[in-house]
């Protein structure tokens, strides 16, 4: 029968070495998300045919437009923007 400080031993070293690989693979899958965070870009660019600076600014001022259209859509719009049926607010159109 194995003692409990065998037993422990045992499964600080399998600790270690499950650590270890984690860290391994943490640092591969940073390494891939990297990879995918620059095809992005790259795939960007082709689609929008700008480069460096010039897709940078372009997507900044997109992301600025967005955010002002955010802002100033009328209360009415926004309701029906999240509206999801004609009926969500309990009003059917065909009744009385």
Same mark, same amino acid.
């Given at each position: 029968?194995?003692?409990? $400080?065998?037993?422990?031993? =045992?499964?600080?070293? +399998? #600790?270690?070495? %499950?650590?270890?690989?984690?860290?391994? /693979?943490?640092?591969?899958?940073?390494?891939?998300?990297? /990879?995918? *965070?620059?095809?992005?870009?790259?795939?960007? $660019? *082709? +689609?929008? +045919?700008? +480069?460096?600076?010039?897709?940078? @600014?372009? #997507?900044? =001022?997109?992301?600025? %437009?967005? /955010?002002?259209?955010?802002?100033?859509?009328? /209360?009415?719009?926004?309701? @029906?923007? =999240? %509206?999801?049926?004609?009926? *969500? *607010?309990?009003?059917?159109?065909?009744?009385?």
């Amino acid at each position: 029968m194995i003692s409990t $400080a065998e037993k422990l031993s =045992r499964l600080e070293t +399998k #600790i270690k070495k %499950q650590k270890a690989a984690i860290a391994e /693979e943490t640092k591969k899958l940073n390494a891939d998300l990297a /990879e995918y *965070d620059k095809l992005c870009l790259l795939a960007l $660019a *082709d +689609k929008f +045919k700008l +480069k460096g600076k010039d897709l940078f @600014t372009a #997507i900044e =001022r997109e992301h600025e %437009q967005l /955010e002002k259209l955010k802002k100033n859509v009328p /209360e009415s719009d926004a309701e @029906t923007l =999240r %509206q999801t049926s004609l009926f *969500d *607010d309990d009003a059917n159109p065909f009744e009385g």
